[in-house]
């Protein structure tokens, strides 16, 4: 009887220990992206002290603080995101939300892993956030951009740069070849490229690629 108690005892305390472990990496993650966020806000400040005598910079406000929701990710996905929060990082680029699918990611420059790991990245030869023309931004189906599944056309994004925000409307979705760079080409007016693979539950390597297209909401309203 002893023996059994005492295993029940043992039992209840790892099971207190995981939990705290749990509770643990969840605080992290959200206080890591938190001071992400912070960074950029700084960043911002610099941005408006140093604009010119009498001119007034665009009001920026800032939605939601929650960490990153990983409840749709894979646990791969998850132990890389939570293992990348150690590193420091530079201010993102911008932070992209897409409140349809209750989305707020920071957008960092670069399409590597780490960088992917650990937000949404800026893709090479695409305009900057904030630039005229194709913005190109990735994301791993498995990780952040997991809810594009669920975006549908006339769902509206913002991409908030340090000088303003952006709401664009989304106006296309479509499945293309990973060969198919078109989607990426520059563009003659302001567009917003969202890119990820496809299938989002395929086993291994996806072969296809997820495209999610917005305009400007003004232009889209013509």
């Avoid at 995101?81 to 420091?88: D, F, N």
């Avoid at 520059?186 to 997820?210: E, I, K, N």
């Amino acid at each position: 009887m002893r023996l059994v108690r005492l295993t029940e005892r043992v039992l209840i305390g790892l099971g207190l220990l995981l939990i705290a472990a749990w509770a643990g990496i969840r605080l992290h993650g959200s206080l890591s992206e938190r001071a992400e966020i912070r960074r950029f806000e700084s960043a911002k400040k610099v941005i408006r002290s140093e604009s010119p005598v009498g001119e007034t910079a665009k009001p920026v406000i800032l939605g939601s603080r929650r960490a990153a929701d990983t409840s749709l990710w894979s646990p791969k996905r998850i132990l890389a995101y939570e293992e990348s929060l150690r590193a420091q990082v530079q201010p993102p680029l911008a932070l992209l939300r897409i409140a349809s699918i209750g989305l707020e990611v920071p957008v960092l420059d670069g399409t590597d892993d780490f960088t992917l790991n650990r937000a949404v990245g800026r893709i090479a030869g695409t305009a900057r956030p904030g630039e005229f023309g194709n913005v190109g931004i990735a994301g791993h189906r498995d990780g952040f951009f997991r809810g594009l599944k669920d975006v549908h056309p006339g769902d509206p994004i913002e991409l908030e740069t340090l000088t303003g925000t952006q709401t664009y409307l989304v106006a296309d979705i479509r499945i293309v070849s990973p060969y198919d760079v078109s989607v990426l080409e520059p563009a003659t007016g302001p567009v917003l490229t969202l890119v990820t693979c496809y299938p989002f539950y395929f086993v291994g390597d996806a072969p296809q690629r997820y495209i999610v297209r917005a305009v400007p909401a003004r232009a889209a309203s013509r």
